[in-house]
């Protein structure tokens, strides 16, 4: 959920955060999906009483913190800088403090379905980055949210802001291995789909002696994969880093 939208500073303050829908429905589903989880373990007359108590607490108990969690986290924008709530704690920015605020692709997009394709990242002055929580393509008109946060923090951050020297290679080089490490993940999800597949056509057909081979885990897992994973994440690295497939950084 997204309050204010005007492209100058005193649209703020401005929230980022979870709607109310979005926590009904993780509610909704956690209370439909925990009695089943639970049904084996509280029906299994072998594991003493104790243990299903304690292991039913850490499960609700994981699941409220979750859900609360998600529902307190936000990203929030006034005159000042930014405040992040995130799961684990809350980061402030003061605007005179930002190196960059850019859109990264999240490597968790290649696990979730429906999840963020691309995130909002903002840069301390010591190359930390944060995750601006809900600032993402799920759930915001990316773009434009970025266009705003950008010109708030090029009119707020004073006359005096300087970049720090050496930063935005150091940025570019993270994103670039971090683009490098989901790039060689595609491989290894490849040889698992390729190992699943040659065990299910095998209950059917007999594999010819040298596709069997190849085929094996070890092969597979031992070889391809490695060679595979390290190949393509030297070819993502190389393209970040040096064919300038890269956002632009600012100047002062």
């Known amino acids: 959920m997204v309050r204010g939208w005007c492209m100058r500073p005193r649209a703020l303050p401005r929230e980022y955060r979870s709607g109310r829908g979005r926590t009904a429905f993780a509610v909704i589903t956690t209370a439909l999906a925990a009695p089943g989880g639970l049904t084996p373990l509280w029906t299994d007359d072998s594991i003493p009483a104790w243990v299903k108590a304690l292991v ?17 986290a936000a990203t929030l924008v006034d005159h000042s800088g930014l ?6 704690g809350t980061r402030r920015l003061a ?13 968790g997009a290649v696990f979730q379905e429906n999840g963020a ?50 930063l935005a290679d150091r940025i570019r080089r993270g994103e670039a291995r971090r683009l490098a490490l989901l790039a060689g993940l595609v491989p290894a999800i490849f040889c698992v789909f390729l190992l699943i597949l040659g065990l299910i056509v095998d209950l059917f057909v007999d594999l010819p002696d040298g596709l069997e081979t ?4 070890l092969i597979l897992f031992g070889v391809i994969m490695p060679v595979l994973s390290v190949g393509a994440a030297s070819l993502a690295y190389w393209r970040r880093r040096f064919v300038g497939q890269h956002q632009p950084f600012d100047t002062p």
């Open 56 to 72: 039913t607490g850490a499960v609700l108990g994981f699941a409220a913190w979750l859900i609360t969690a998600s529902a307190r």
């Open 83 to 88: 405040q992040v709530r995130g799961f684990l």
């Open 95 to 107: 605007w005179k403090d930002i190196q960059e605020i850019r859109v990264e692709v999240s490597a």
């Open 117 to 166: 394709e691309r995130l909002a990242y903002a840069y301390g002055p010591g190359g930390r980055r944060v995750q601006l929580m809900y600032v993402d393509d799920a759930r915001v008109h990316l773009d434009s949210e970025i266009a705003f946060l950008r010109h708030t923090w090029h009119t707020l951050r004073g006359d005096g802001w300087e970049p720090v020297a050496g």
């Open 214 to 217: 190849v085929l094996s885990p």
